[in-house]
């Protein structure tokens, strides 16, 4: 069986970006500790099995807000609770403006050996329209404090389509982060999600239009290579084959366990998720009774719809394999093609970047073929 990935989600925040729709809740000590409590318990009472895991993944949140004692008590416990793999990649989400030198030094002694900083920009203009707590210049100097620590394995975010960005300034955050140790990039298109600050903002009179937006996506992907960037999935780019091997799970359907308020889990085919909310996480005796069922996991319409944002796409053995007609699946392929938007091959299909700027309707196109 392959190994299984793990995710933990630290539910805290010192404050909330005005874009952010994640579940988070203020950042208190003793909550912390309460919580990792809990975390651990979990993990010796997961109903499992010791499982193979060989990725572990503390999201948020800002998970760079635990005291590293914390962090390496959860790794501890996941280590008794499954089997780790003597390489396994342990990745922490942390804001650039919540570590120093002594910080990263100890979370490497904990056993985090990839971070996954929230950069978003390099311009300090556009930091502070996103209500992000540190400049450009924090952000470089926490990247390279971050190598001179021992980490190597080195993950940026990058927003696009934010207020006050151009092709000018997007062009020089880009260029400023090729120079940077980094092995990994994540750029996304800024969403304004319903029911966050932006959301009751006149946010788009400040960003590019549809049309611009579009563009710097297509500049960044083009940019990125240029950087030695290779794109390996729609907002993913990675230096020298380091690639999220915990994210890739996800997108080639490989059983992961999250545990906390809002965590997602697909395992032995069925998926489950805990609610949004921290005091039901907390209560009870096992925090295994607060899942709630979210179905079947699996089928060819879900492997078309994560296997297709990946720049490596599907195959024909892999669709057949499923139930699938890959005849039937090219005729539909074949207009997209023609238009840029989707490569086809005889035996694999894949989209373009500019088939992953409109994903959502060609997914649905494609996945028309599913029984």
Known sequence: MEPMGLYIHIPFCRSKCPYCDFYSEPYHSDLAWTYVRRLCQGLEQQPFGRRPV????????????????????????????????????????ANPGT?????????????????????????????????????????????????????RNLSGDLMLGIPYQTPETLGETIRTMGKLPLTHLSAYLLKIEPGTPFSHMDIPALCADEDGQADLYLQAVEQLEEEGFAQYEISNFARGGQVSRHNLKYWREVDYLGLGPAAHSSVEGQRFFFPRDLQAFLAGLSLWDHRVPDGPAGGLEETLMLRLRLTEGVTRPLVESLGGSWVLLQKKARPLAGAGLVCLEEDRLALTPQGFLVSNPILAQLTDICP
Do not use: C, K, W
Request: proline residues 3%.
């Open 54 to 93: 060989d990725t572990i993944y503390f999201g948020g949140g800002t998970p760079s807000l635990l005291p590293s004692i914390l962090l390496e008590r959860i790794i501890q416990a996941a280590g008794r609770a499954f089997q780790l793999a003597p390489d396994t990649e342990i990745t922490l989400e």
């Open 99 to 151: 570590l120093d030198g002594t910080q990263l030094r100890n979370l490497r002694q904990a056993g985090v050996n990839r971070l996954s900083l929230g950069i978003q920009s390099l311009q300090d203009r556009e930091l502070q329209a996103l209500g992000r707590i540190h400049t450009a210049r924090q952000a470089v100097e926490m990247v390279e404090a971050a190598y001179d620590a021992g980490f």
